[in-house]
């Protein structure tokens, strides 16, 4: 699509294109990944060391986990077209007015990026909080434990 709009080598047209596509992932597609980012890490976390039932069943708290997954490669994708677009800067748009006007969409491009790296990297972050209390017990309990062995246990021990 915005490979399309700029073969018009129009720059309303390619701003317009630009604009829309980033209206569409910087709201609607941000919004509904951050719906299925709302239940949070909680569903996951509870899970975890769960025996699942089916092989077919969805684990628990999956949606979060493919969220989380959506937002950073979305990131990486937004990043990716915009690089791709700025290679056809000076190749499509002679006019030092028009690349500018052009780098300010694609600037628009880079902040939404930014958006949906951030929405990944808090989600992780609600994920790491709520599981760094599992943690801490087993932390907690293999730190105590004694690794020093006895001469009764040496001896016990198979050579």
Do not use: W
């Not at 006019?95 to 949906?116: M, P, W």
């Amino acid at each position: 699509c915005a490979r399309r709009t700029l073969g018009t080598q129009s720059i309303q047209s390619v701003c317009a294109g630009l604009n829309n596509i980033n209206n569409l992932l910087g709201s609607e597609y941000r919004d509904a990944l951050h719906q299925r980012l709302r239940v949070g890490p909680s569903k996951l976390v509870s899970a975890a060391g769960v025996q699942q039932e089916s092989v077919l069943a969805r684990p628990p708290g999956v949606e979060f986990a493919v969220a989380v997954n959506s937002a950073d490669l979305s990131s990486e994708y937004v990043t990716k077209l915009k690089r791709e677009l700025e290679g056809y800067l000076g190749e499509v748009f002679q006019v030092a007015g028009e690349r500018e006007r052009f780098k300010a969409c694609l600037t628009d491009l880079g902040e939404t990026s930014t958006t949906f790296r951030q929405l990944a990297t808090s989600s992780l972050e609600q994920l790491c909080t709520a599981i760094s209390p599992r943690l801490r017990t087993v932390i907690d309990t293999i730190s105590n434990a004694n690794y020093q062995l006895t001469e009764a246990m040496a001896q016990q021990s198979p050579p």
